[in-house]
């Protein structure tokens, strides 16, 4: 079980830092593409519009697999108790006790 832990945690990580370069690269809408390749050629590796397609696609599958695998670590973290799931849940109720009638001079 630890080493299926460890392996989501290291698929987190990598997906977070993947994510993170892969959002940093792309540039904005009023961008050109010298702003992003240095020299304004319109034929990259990736074609004229090719690389904002192709970073947009992976960048969402980066993002996907970051939340897939949050979710994964919270469902093998998580105890097996689903009652004491929350910050309350540790908390016991509280004992009741009988009421004693009071005595009133008469």
């Known amino acids: 079980m630890e080493l299926i832990k460890s392996l989501v945690l290291i698929l987190n990580v990598v997906s977070a830092i993947a994510t993170i370069v892969l959002v940093l690269m792309q540039h904005g809408k009023g961008a050109d593409m010298g702003a992003a390749f240095g020299s304004g050629s ?34 093998l973290v998580s105890p097996a108790k689903k009652a004491d799931l929350g910050v309350m849940g540790a908390q016991k109720p509280a004992v009741e006790q009988p009421v004693q009638p009071s005595k009133i001079p008469e």
Do not use: D, Q
Request: charged share 5%; proline share 0%; net charge positive.
């Open 42 to 75: 319109a034929g990259s590796l990736f074609g004229s519009s090719g690389s904002a397609n192709f970073l947009s696609r992976t960048t969402a599958v980066t993002a996907t697999l970051f939340f897939a695998s949050c979710l994964a670590l919270v469902l």
